[in-house]
């Protein structure tokens, strides 16, 4: 499980969903909120990527477990880098 969650971590296409989805979630904060849109996203990147790209030896469902671990790791990490960002820029 732990090589799984470890080479979803480094997968370059999910890594780029997440920023996206953190992006999209800033433009749109005042609209829809924070928690909803990070949430259905980060649910979203992490059972749409098994099931349209199999492979490996995992099944389905520790594929999305370990993929909605990483991807909360990713989300953190994204989130702390926006708003690093966020206050250099004022």
Do not use: C, K, W, Y
Not at 4 to 26: C, E, K, N, P, W
């Amino acid at each position: 499980m732990i090589d799984l969650v470890f080479s979803q971590l480094t997968d370059v296409f999910r890594i780029g969903l997440i920023i996206a989805l953190v992006v999209t979630m800033l433009r749109t904060a005042p609209v829809t909120g924070q928690i909803l849109p990070l949430v259905a996203g980060v649910v979203f990147v992490a059972v749409i990527l098994p099931t349209t790209m199999p492979g490996g030896e995992a099944s389905l469902t520790h594929a999305i477990l370990a993929g909605l671990v990483s991807n909360v790791i990713i989300l953190v990490l994204v989130l702390a880098v926006a708003r690093l960002v966020a206050r250099l820029r004022r």
